[in-house]
């Protein structure tokens, strides 16, 4: 299972140290959520904080965009070194034509899914993503509650790509901690996000890690 520390959720006041700390807790992937206070009502960071996470750590950078008009700033991400662009389906008549666009950039490509949205948005951009991500809350703050209703679409999901014979990764996002890690992974889910599970744990990163892997097996 893929672990991709969430790092909206870091302490920010001493950054570069917790990223060392996340890499060597083990987390595969630093996942950077991006929010314009358009899409989802939050703000937080953009393409700069690409760089202060490259500076400290090799892990790749998985980009979650929850902006409106993505296609416009997929370019920036690309340059600062995104290894995944993710994009909304919702709101985005041209979802498809900006995934195209984020795989000419050489990057790889994700469609993500509210908690709303039905399943049949996606069905067509399967061919064409390395990943789909399902949000487990409603984008826009971390530290919110899993939703359970969301594991039968996963379930149906990870189906729907067996019988297309594809290799596309499922992602889950939103309120994943120790206690809800194995039902996620049973469901079929491949990518596992985790924010407030890792940088809030009590006894910091390492045990929340360690929590979420030892839970997940
Ligand atoms: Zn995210």
């Known amino acids: 299972m893929i672990l991709s520390a969430s790092i909206i959720s870091s302490d920010f006041t001493n950054f570069g140290d917790q990223i060392i700390e996340t890499e060597k807790a083990g987390v595969d992937w630093l996942h950077i959520d991006v929010m314009d206070g358009k899409f989802v009502p939050n703000i937080t960071i953009g393409p700069f904080m690409l760089d202060h996470c490259r500076k400290v750590s090799n892990l790749p950078l998985d980009v979650h965009l929850m902006i409106v008009e993505p296609e ?15 994009i909304h389906t919702e709101n985005n008549p041209n979802a498809l034509r900006t995934i ?10 994700t469609i993500v899914l509210n908690p709303g949205t039905n399943l049949t948005a996606i069905e067509y951009f399967l061919p064409f993503v390395d990943m789909i991500l ?26 729907m790509i067996k019988e297309r014979n594809l290799n596309t990764l499922i992602q889950v996002d939103g309120g994943i901690n120790h206690t809800n890690i194995n039902l996620v992974k049973k469901a079929g889910a491949d990518v596992i996000v985790a924010a407030t599970a ?15 892997r030892s839970n997940a097996s």
């Open 72 to 86: 416009k700033h997929i370019h920036a991400f690309a340059e600062h070194g995104a290894n995944r662009i993710g």
């Open 198 to 212: 890792i940088y809030k744990h009590s006894d910091g990163i390492m045990a929340g890690v360690n929590a979420l």
């Open 100 to 109: 195209q666009q984020i795989r000419e950039l050489g990057v790889k490509p």
């Open 134 to 159: 399902v949000m487990t809350v409603n984008p826009g703050y971390s530290g919110q509650l899993f939703m359970p209703e969301m594991l039968p679409k996963i379930s149906i999901l990870k189906k």
